[in-house]
């Protein structure tokens, strides 16, 4: 079976910074997009930025310019770099990744358990 496994998360000052982290292991056929969500108390799940299996970026306006996702294909893994973090940053952190576990079957979205992160003013 297929897990995400987010870690990285903590509590920061304003302005700090830190980076997530997120691997999938398991019976994995192939990795297609990855993305980070997150989810403050009271609020809707957003996107907070994704990247294709080319590497293709994308990123939500509050985010862009302070934070930068990458991917490392050989560990299965995606990665979040946080800087200048802000109080609004404030949430639960999920990886999401479109995986197929085998050739005969499409790819399917699968959910990590999400990491907190916390910013201090």
């Known amino acids: 079976q297929v897990r995400l496994v987010e870690s990285g998360g903590g509590l920061v000052q304003a302005g700090g910074s830190l980076r997530l982290s997120c691997a999938a292991s398991?019976?994995?056929?192939?990795?297609?997009?990855m993305a980070w969500y997150r989810q403050a108390p009271g609020k809707q799940r957003e996107l907070v930025a994704s990247?294709?299996?080319?590497?293709?970026?994308d990123y939500a306006d509050a985010v862009k310019g302070r934070f930068t996702v990458s991917r490392d294909n050989a560990k299965n893994t995606v990665y979040l770099q946080m800087n200048s973090l802000e109080p609004e940053d404030t949430a639960v952190y999920y990886c999401?990744?479109?995986?197929?576990?085998?050739?005969?079957?499409?790819?399917?979205?699968?959910w990590g358990q999400g990491t907190q992160v916390t910013v201090s003013s």
């Open positions: 398991g019976s994995i056929f192939n990795i297609d997009d």
């Open positions: 990247i294709s299996s080319g590497g293709s970026t």
């Open positions: 999401n990744a479109v995986i197929s576990r085998s050739r005969f079957w499409p790819g399917s979205n699968y």
